[in-house]
């Protein structure tokens, strides 16, 4: 089916209020389908239609007058309730379910080897589960192709587990290389912090903002592998890969990443296939939240949530919360978004990335909460290699004191820990070159940071 087909939103809920449609909506626009009808129902779960019958002959009358292509279900429908929907409408429309959907929209916009790998790998994923379940029933000698699923085949249950395993091979390569990447970075003296939060919050305006104004190609010298900063448009997953800047928060060097949006109800099996992208989120020195703050307090509730619960169990890096987009919002309503949700998002920081207001505020921010700086000190014998160490001090961290007695440099300098570990093996090596009599001989000459 193509991109601009016209199609039929549906979700149920449990009770209480009526659905809210507004994001499958907004999905299935993100998708490229033209949304001509909408439908929602407040009742429990019927086992076989999913909806209640009635509401499916409802849906499949809308179906009839919109001339629609499809039924895009915001629920997660089980194969037979799938297979009686699709049943009741006319013939050759599709009941799309919204992790389909969402795997749709990353389908189109995966434009990297490893965007495509994820995208492959999620689609096995779900496919997986229907194919063992096709094989069993044929195997109890049930009808094949019961579900509309076509015809049966026992090795296309062993094709996917195949596959699977070779595309987690080929990602976990790829996952590999970029964290020897972000080591490379943080020894040249880097802080690395990640932008993450729910789709369309503004992450990518705000790494604009943020972003040094340098173009890219000005510092490929230094950066071989920096992007172009990822576009921002009013739209779910606009953003899909990562992108990763220089920006500039006053003494710390910090490289900012952007990457894909978070989203509520994703299954496991999902939010796994894109593992290595949140890698960049959850491995970081620090990772900003953002929030849209325009929308309404229960909303940026449960988009907390989803956010919180995503990086609940892998994530390393403190947080700090972005209320983002405040030049919609008065300083009242902020005021009390900022109450209603202390628990949730404690001490934030508003800003809009649109405007650039209050950003000053946010670089602080960053700065105050980058892991600290470790102070040392080093005696090293003079010498042009003692030297080179010096200098490299210089590039890598803050030089407070460097004084010379007679045959020694004194050295006092602060630096993120990593860089103050790589600064100690190369004194050792300044001292006592490798092949030296004195080699191994070393700590003596190491003087303890005060
Ligand atoms: N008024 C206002 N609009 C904003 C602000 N920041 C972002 N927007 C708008 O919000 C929409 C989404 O912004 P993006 O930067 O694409 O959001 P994102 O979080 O990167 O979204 P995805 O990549 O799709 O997950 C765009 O239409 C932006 O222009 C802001 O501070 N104020
Ligand atoms: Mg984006």
């Not at 992108?243 to 496991?268: E, N």
């Not at 619960?309 to 403190?318: C, F, G």
């Not at 949730?344 to 700065?367: D, K, Q």
Request: aromatic content about 6%; some cysteine.
């Amino acid at each position: 089916m193509s991109g601009t087909s016209p199609v039929v939103v549906a979700k149920r809920v449990d009770g209480g209020d009526d659905a809210d449609l507004t994001e499958i909506a907004d999905l299935a626009s993100a998708a490229g389908y033209d949304v001509v009808g909408r439908l929602s129902q407040s009742r429990e779960e019927d086992a076989a239609y999913h909806f209640g019958e009635g509401k499916v002959e409802e849906l499949a009358a809308l179906v009839r007058e919109t001339d629609a292509q499809a039924v895009v279900v915001d629920n997660r429908l089980g194969p037979y309730q799938t297979y009686n929907i699709g049943g009741k409408l006319p013939e050759g429309v599709e009941v799309i379910d919204r992790f389909t959907l969402i795997l749709e929209i990353f389908g189109q916009r995966a434009n990297t080897r490893k965007a495509q790998l994820q995208v492959e790998l999620a689609e096995l994923r779900y496919e997986l589960p229907r194919a063992e379940a096709k094989a069993s029933l044929a195997k109890r000698d049930e009808r094949p192709g019961f579900m509309g699923l076509g015809e049966y085949d026992e090795s296309r249950e062993r094709d996917i587990k195949a596959q699977i395993s070779r595309i987690k091979q080929e990602l976990d390569a790829i996952a590999e290389k970029e964290e020897t990447r972000r080591e490379q970075r943080r020894e040249s003296g880097f802080d690395l912090v990640a932008l993450a939060g729910y789709t369309n919050a503004g992450k990518s305006t705000l790494m604009r903002q943020l972003a040094d104004d340098l173009d890219v190609s000005e510092n490929e010298d230094l950066h071989p592998d920096l992007d172009p900063t990822a576009e921002s448009e009013d739209r779910l997953f606009t953003t899909l890969g990562t992108t990763t800047r220089r920006a500039d928060t006053g003494t710390r060097d910090v490289l900012l990443t952007d990457t894909v949006g978070f989203i509520s109800d994703l299954p496991h099996w999902l939010v796994e296939s894109f593992e290595s992208t949140l890698d960049s989120v959850y491995r970081a020195d620090l990772v900003l939240l953002v929030v849209d703050a325009s929308e309404s307090v229960e909303e940026m509730r449960e988009k907390l949530v989803t956010c919180h619960d995503t990086l609940y169990e892998r994530n390393e890096a403190p947080i700090v919360t972005v209320l983002n987009k405040i030049d919609r919002v008065d300083d009242d309503e902020l005021a009390e978004k900022r109450a209603a949700l202390d628990a949730l998002a404690p001490n934030p920081v508003a800003v809009s990335g649109l405007t650039g207001e209050n950003v000053e505020e946010l670089t602080a921010r960053i700065e105050a909460e980058l892991p600290d700086w470790r102070e040392e000190r080093l005696l090293l014998p003079l010498s042009d290699d003692a030297m080179s160490l010096v200098s490299w001090l210089y590039d890598h961290g803050n030089v407070e004191r460097e004084e010379y007695t007679g045959e020694d440099v004194l050295v006092e300098f602060s630096a993120r820990p990593a860089i103050v570990e790589k600064a100690r093996s190369k004194a050792a090596e300044v001292r006592a070159p490798p092949g030296s009599a004195e080699s191994g001989d070393v700590s003596e000459a190491s003087v303890d940071s005060p």
